[in-house]
């Protein structure tokens, strides 16, 4: 291990987030501080990984968002150091036992937004424990960061933009907005397969003109997550994509599937969840990240603190475009290598997707499990990053 890992200790920055209502948790004592880590690594009068490595040597971490979540994920992390640490923090910062939930459910509680978010987030940083535990040259290396909604806020807390405590205090709050105004209307996210002739746009209007003639003012139909080149969510009034379901072989749909998820989420539907995030941000210190996360919103860069806080809020009534961000990470002159991505948290989608967007990228995927349990995690390094 080189002298800039032996020299990472403390926690995520688990320091503390002060606020009106006196919130504060302790930092868990010996949790792998990933932020110093990717500060030594960039400090010292050393060039970026990008500059000084082959592109093949770099790494790209992506965190998966809300729809993940599957009981038991969690499991195949415990046997890692500081992992429990972790989700003891979370404790103390949700108020309930996050570990417990996400390894026995039920799957109902799980899939609850306010529960569900918190759950991925927590996970995916747990992962990033298992994945350093196991690779650490992957953590040293690493170049740039992206997370799927809920997940951003994860690949912010690993880039050393925030505190463990901090973001996941505001996932917290985020959650709890989010779960109460998707309670206020019956609506909810729908994952669209189509083709070549498919009719997205056109589809989304006709489902709200359906919605109208059903009484329903001002409804909402819109894609709310850009996936690949023929994948899409749709979120909205229930009904629109009740009509969208029944009537996807006229839009050229091949394949509709609802999420498992609780609203219509990155539509206007989720505008009352904006203000007490906003609060919540304005109280956090933000820091510049240490690596490139790249924004839902347009696929870039985050360039200050500000950014961020701004970008954050309009994320959640903003579609997510992923497939503009996957052409902006993976983006690189012919013959060029690509750098190793792994996903880290629970499931797999990210990985599907960045197959369907770019082919040769996907080639250097792997996949850090966080549901199978090891005995001897030590033998094999790359046995449960498949």
């Known amino acids: 291990m080189s002298s800039r890992l032996s020299r990472a200790a403390g926690a995520w920055g688990v320091r503390c987030l002060r606020s009106a209502s006196g919130f504060r948790v302790p930092r868990p004592p010996g949790v792998v501080d990933v932020a110093e880590l990717l500060r030594d690594a960039t400090s010292a009068g050393e060039e970026p990984c990008a500059a000084r490595r082959e592109p093949s040597q770099c790494s790209v971490l992506l965190f998966p968002g809300q729809g993940s979540q599957v009981v038991g994920m969690g499991r195949g992390l415990l046997g ?21 939930l996400s390894l026995n459910g039920p799957q109902e509680d799980l899939d609850r937004t306010v529960h569900c978010q918190p759950a991925v987030f927590v996970a995916s940083l747990a992962a990033v424990e298992k994945l350093h535990h196991l690779q650490p040259a992957v953590i040293e290396n690493c170049v740039a960061a992206a997370g799927f909604s809920v997940g951003e806020f994860a690949a912010l807390v690993f880039a050393g933009a925030m505190e463990f405590s901090e973001g996941l205090y505001a996932v917290k709050v985020r959650a709890e907005a989010m779960q109460e105004a998707s309670e206020a209307v019956p609506s909810g996210m729908l994952s669209v397969l189509g083709q070549s002739q498919s009719k997205f746009s056109f589809a ?36 629109a994509l009740q009509f969208l379901r ?5 839009y050229h749909f091949r394949r509709t599937k609802m999420l498992p998820v609780s609203g219509a989420f990155h539509t206007r539907l989720m505008e009352p969840a904006v203000g007490p995030l906003a609060q919540v941000l304005s109280e956090i210190d933000i820091k510049k990240p240490l690596v490139a996360v790249h924004s839902n919103i347009n696929g870039n860069r985050y360039v200050h603190p500000q950014n961020i806080r701004q ?26 290598d690509f750098p190793r991505t792994f996903e880290v948290g629970p499931g797999k989608q990210l990985g599907s997707i960045l197959r369907s967007c770019n082919l040769q990228a996907w080639k250097s995927y792997s996949h850090v499990d966080v549901m199978q349990a090891s005995d001897h995690p030590d033998l094999d390094p790359t046995e449960s990053l498949r």
């Not at 489902?207 to 009484?215: D, F, I, K, P, T």
């Not at 139909?221 to 899409?232: E, G, I, M, N, Q």
């Not at 309009?314 to 990470?329: D, F, G």
């Open 311 to 336: 970008l954050l809020e309009k994320q959640v009534v903003s579609p997510v475009k992923w497939e503009q961000t996957m052409h902006a990470i993976y983006e690189r002159k012919k013959g060029t």
């Open 246 to 250: 029944k009537n996807s072989a006229k």
């Open 80 to 100: 890692y150091p500081r992992v429990r640490e972790l989700y003891e923090a979370a404790r103390r910062v949700l108020g309930y036992d996050l570990l417990e």
């Open 204 to 239: 989304c209007l006709e489902a709200r003109e359906h919605c109208q003639s059903l009484g329903i003012e001002n409804p909402v139909c819109v894609v709310s997550s850009y996936l690949s080149p023929d994948c899409r969510v749709i979120a909205g009034h229930l009904e």
